[in-house]
């Protein structure tokens, strides 16, 4: 059974840090793109961003451009995202996806295939 276990949200202060982390189980996903999404209350879940399966290619949003960087560990089957400068529009809940299958990196919630839980970060301000 397959398992993406985010951790690393909570509570942050404008203009403070958080570094999310997405466990996978029950297969390996070294081949496979992964990705961060996130959903606001009362809106879609929308990409935040997403790597290809090396770690040498990645992909964000225009608002996570600068502040966010997305990382992996296939040896941790564990993808990262770090979050700085954060502000109030990045309250939501963050989910990790993987890819099922070794290709293209997919931008579009369509293209992955393995969901994690979600995590919250909130901003306290």
């Known amino acids: 059974q397959v398992q993406l276990v985010e951790s690393g949200g909570g509570l942050v202060l404008a203009g403070g840090s958080l570094r999310l982390s997405c466990a996978a189980s029950?297969?390996?996903?070294?081949?496979?793109?992964m990705g961060w999404f996130r959903q606001a209350p009362g809106k879609e879940r929308e990409f935040v961003a997403a790597?290809?399966?090396?770690?040498?290619?990645?992909y964000y949003t225009d608002s996570g451009k600068g502040r966010f960087t997305i990382s992996r560990d296939n040896a941790e089957n564990t993808v990262y995202l770090q979050m700085n400068s954060l502000k109030p529009e990045d309250t939501a809940v963050y989910y990790c996806?993987?890819?099922?299958?070794?290709?293209?990196?997919?931008?579009?919630?369509?293209?992955?295939?393995?969901w994690g839980q979600g995590t919250q970060v909130t901003d306290s301000s």
């Open positions: 996806a993987a890819q099922k299958w070794a290709g293209a990196v997919r931008k579009s919630l369509y293209g992955f295939d393995y």
């Open positions: 029950g297969r390996t996903f070294s081949s496979n793109p």
């Open positions: 790597i290809s399966w090396s770690g040498g290619s990645t």
